[in-house]
């Protein structure tokens, strides 16, 4: 990584929206920066005279007193944080970073696309962007609420992944170089290979619910991995729920046949259209059962349906679709199951059903909802 790229990076450590990744190559760049020549790249620092002196004579003596390299490097971790930490206040009271910059930071109701070499892009819902590999060259394009992967024929002999992420009260939907749609509903998140590889599975990871369209290829059976459980497919149509936050990851299966194995013990369960697999999470064990196809695919179209559906379960839906936040103080509620359906009603016309037909008293306020 070369300076210009680490500025660039340090520019997202300030706006809050620094991968993992790019936080590991931001120190190591600072690192062997700091070895070579004797003190922090200018970016950083602009001069000592940007910290006060006490602080920045402080933290030479630190440096100083580390003469083994492999004692630098564990201080270094912690140097480093300390000098950025110290110089964000500054330099945002001094007016470094400009507009421009300042347009990097990125709310939390946008969609993003993380590039594999950590880049994170803002994706407009009714926008058109281009992605481009390391080479230059296009892999894929926007257009309106769909990315569009194509197969160019370039032989690869290394993955590279990207990952969309779907805040709530969103929806997209990503085509995938094989051909295979993906529906991903609010709160959700998909990392797949921008091209696959010949003589390997078409593997895929998720979080949170997706509809998957898969394309056939009997050669490359097509992976969907969610946390502990693969979802194997050759070519078929199914709804997969997978959020963090619930106890089961459920598998409802629309036409052909998927396999859905539990990765610790290697168990495979066979499922038919029709039918849906509910993994227990903390049990580690399938149930399967008669699925409303209907109910739990609505979300591709904007619908929510609830049938004899736990209250619990319902906040969680409607927080995701709405990007709302709900807060239940009534404790009856929640061993209660309700029945309904949604539209193109708001938020408010959603509680006011409720309160017309099951009495729940409540509060709005923005975006946070307050059920007494």
Partial sequence: MNKKQAKRIFTKYVNNECSERELELLEAFLESYQERKGRWPDFILGSEDMFKEQSWSRIQEKL???KKKKSFGRFYK??????????????????????????????????????????????EEDGSIKIVDEQGNVVGVQKG???????????????????LVVPYGKRFQVKLSDGTVVDINAGSSLKYPVNFIKGQNRQVF???????????????????????????????????????????????????????????????TELRPG???????????????????????????????????????????????????????NV????????ASFDIETIEDVFDAFKEYYGIDYTISDNKIIIN
């Fill in 206 to 268: 998720v979080e949170g619910e997706m509809y998957f369209n898969v394309a056939k290829d009997k050669e490359h059976p097509f992976v969907v991995t969610a946390k502990d459980m693969d979802v194997k497919v050759l070519g078929t149509q199914f709804n997969i729920s997978s959020y963090p936050e619930d106890n089961k990851i459920n598998t409802v299966l629309v036409e052909g046949a998927v396999s859905i194995l539990d990765k610790q013990s290697s168990v495979a």
């Fill in 78 to 123: 912690y140097a480093a944080i300390f000098v950025i930490s110290l110089g964000l206040a500054y330099l945002y009271q001094q007016g470094v970073f400009s507009k421009h910059n300042e347009q990097l930071i990125i709310p939390e109701e946008k969609i993003t696309l993380q590039l594999d070499n950590g880049t994170l892009e803002v994706v």
């Fill in 332 to 339: 009856e509620l929640s061993s209660r199951y309700l029945a």
């Fill in 145 to 163: 609420n769909q990315l569009i992967y194509n197969n160019n024929g370039v032989k690869k002999e290394q993955l590279v992944y990207n990952t």
């Fill in 275 to 329: 039918f849906m697999a509910s993994w227990d999470k903390q049990k580690k064990d399938i149930v399967i059962k008669e699925a409303d196809i209907e109910m739990h695919t609505a979300w591709i179209d904007g619908r929510i349906i609830f049938r004899h559906t736990n209250f619990n379960n319902v906040i969680k839906k409607l927080e995701r679709h709405y990007n709302v936040t709900i807060l239940n103080n």
């Fill in 64 to 66: 100083n007193s580390k």
